[in-house]
């Protein structure tokens, strides 16, 4: 079963919820992506939202795996979008969060995808 902040952590990106994006964020989160440097704090994690998926003005992130040890959740994600032309963007992605020892908030986020093919395409028209 996916703890619900997790879900409420997807909830809010699918629906460009950056205020919500930021809820479910412990104070002093970190967000460490492939090919950019660490988030750190609930500020700077919103900010990256919006600034990465302007690309995207079509995005969903979708689960389609949960697996869950203690409180470390790996999440399986097939992403589908379409970029600033209408081109499609679908691509499988792995989220690993850290909770919180009580699990009501994100503690660290990484996130891993071929950034090369991505950046590919999300440039083609």
């Known amino acids: 079963m996916t703890p619900p902040v997790v879900d409420r952590y997807f909830a809010a990106v699918n629906a460009g919820d950056w205020a919500a994006v ?14 950019a440097p660490p988030r750190r704090g609930r500020e700077e994690i ?5 600034r990465v998926l302007a690309a995207l003005p079509v995005h969903h992130d ?14 399986e994600i097939r992403f589908t979008g379409r970029n600033q032309a ?16 009580d699990g009501t908030a994100i503690r660290r986020l990484s996130s891993w995808y071929d950034t090369a093919a991505v950046g590919r395409m999300v440039r083609a028209s």
Do not use: N, Q, W
């Open 46 to 50: 919103v900010a990256h939202f919006p």
């Open 86 to 101: 209408g081109g499609d963007v679908v691509f499988d992605a792995v989220d690993v969060f850290d909770l919180t020892d």
């Open 62 to 75: 979708e689960p389609t795996r949960v697996v869950v040890a203690g409180s470390v959740v790996l999440v």
């Open 22 to 35: 930021g809820d479910v964020f412990a104070p002093d989160a970190e967000l460490h992506a492939v090919g």
